[in-house]
């Protein structure tokens, strides 16, 4: 399981690398254009259907499946075969990648794939339409998650999966539910110190969107803010946030946070839970099923590892599927986002992807993959009923990340600040840091001085 984890693990950067040099080059080689009557230069057509996307995380491909089993059942019909490009593994690149394509009006894609708070952006800027709902909104959806697809109170896309952070913690390692935050710090520390683990709690603050979740998630956990209801107000809690940073370089200096947490991602904590490194572990719901498969983590039939809901609220996230304002096939891409986002897709994603669903109905029944692999086969119907349990409680207390089209410049200059106090300097200019984020939330130049670039 070491060397098929070691494989996932490379080949997820192999896919994040090679969606690195596709954004470039897809930016900086367009396709040649062609030139109709009125000497207008329209975009070229493509054969089928192309769903662009991040990197499939899951361990079986599990979207790619989906889109084989559309395929499949539209297989006399050239313009219904679809294909998923997957741009990159980092939010990062993949939402640059889709902004340059819809910037320029390209129609090379016809459905886009958007991280939840990019929707706005998207609809904002009108390169997506909106998504008709003849018979209105489908109430199995989760309640929660309809504000990612809306804006301005129209619906632009539908939900392919949810995503919340959860906790992830050796058996031996947990004392008790942990009462908030802080309890849960205490208890990694605990750990560390008196079970053989080089540090208490993995989480990921490293420069790329994860770093923006986990900081926020920080924040809130000691009862700070930074956006409520459009105002910018993390000058407001900043005796909150001076105790989460105190926290965090207290447990930094000593074993309470891993040392690596300022390069950490999803992938690099999985692989130090799973050497036994770490006693707990911030990640999202995608990692029980590559955690669940390890025979490492089993005694028999029984996990050797728990999960539950973070304590206190962790960021709402996921996915949307919406269509793109400029491809050539609106009606066509309608029916394949109803198919990848109906019930039974999101109980296969659910069950043989480990992707978090979106609709209410997958987490009443959940049922075993049909297609797992043998070392997946011991993930049984008590393990993913725990598992939804535990996602869907998570999912009601989460909450969304701040609802703006400049959400990307927004996040940037939050991580790059945050960073900046958590890893630099314990002193924070707060009247700065709120006025460079209200510059950015709102959508105006954000301007500072290069030499202190927070204040």
Known sequence: MRRMLGRHLRNHRTATLAGVVFGVL???????????????????????????????????????????????QHQDDPDLQARLVEIS??????????????????CDYDVLELDAPWTAEFAARRAIVPFPLPHGWDPDFLP?????????????ALPINADVGLLYYWNDARRQPPAGLPDLLGQAAEAAGARGFEAGYSLQLADYEGGTVNALELIWGFGGD??????????????????????????????????????ATEASSIQAFEDRRVAFMRNWPYAFRVLAADPRMRAGTRLKFGVSPLPGSSVLGGQNLAISAYGKKQDQARRLVE?????????????????????????????????????????????????????????????????????????????????????????????????????????????????RPCG
């Not at 929660?144 to 632009?156: A, F, I, K, N």
Request: overall charge neutral; hydrophobic content about 40%.
């Open 26 to 72: 897809a930016v900086l080689v367009p396709l040649a254009p062609w030139s109709d009557s009125a000497g207008r230069t329209p975009c070229p057509g493509h054969a089928g259907l192309v769903v662009a996307g991040g990197t499939d995380v899951s361990a079986s491909s599990e979207r790619q499946a989906l889109i084989q089993e559309w395929n499949a």
């Open 226 to 263: 930074v956006v409520d209801d459009d105002r910018v107000v993390i000058d407001a809690y900043a005796t909150q946030i001076r105790s989460a940073l105190a926290a965090l370089h207290a447990d930094l200096r000593g074993q309470g946070v891993d040392r690596t947490a300022a390069d």
């Open 89 to 106: 593994g980092l939010a990062d690149v993949q939402r640059a990648q889709l902004a340059a394509t819809s910037g320029a009006h390209g």
């Open 339 to 451: 198919f990848l986002t109906d019930r039974n897709a999101q109980a296969e994603l659910f069950a043989c992807g480990g992707f978090a669903p979106t609709r209410e109905s997958a987490y009443q029944t959940p049922r075993p993959c049909p297609r797992s692999s043998p070392s997946e086969q011991q993930i049984g119907q008590a393990d993913l009923a725990q598992l939804a349990t535990q996602i869907r409680q998570a999912i009601a207390k989460a909450r969304p990340r701040p609802v703006t089209p400049a959400y990307q410049v927004f996040s940037e200059v939050f991580r790059r600040c945050f960073r900046a106090a958590a890893f630099q300097s314990e002193n924070v200019d707060y009247a700065a840091f709120t006025r460079l984020l209200r510059a950015a939330y709102s959508g105006r130049p954000v301007r500072s001085d290069p030499r």
């Open 144 to 156: 929660e998650l309809r504000q990612s697809v809306t804006w301005h109170g129209t619906v632009y």
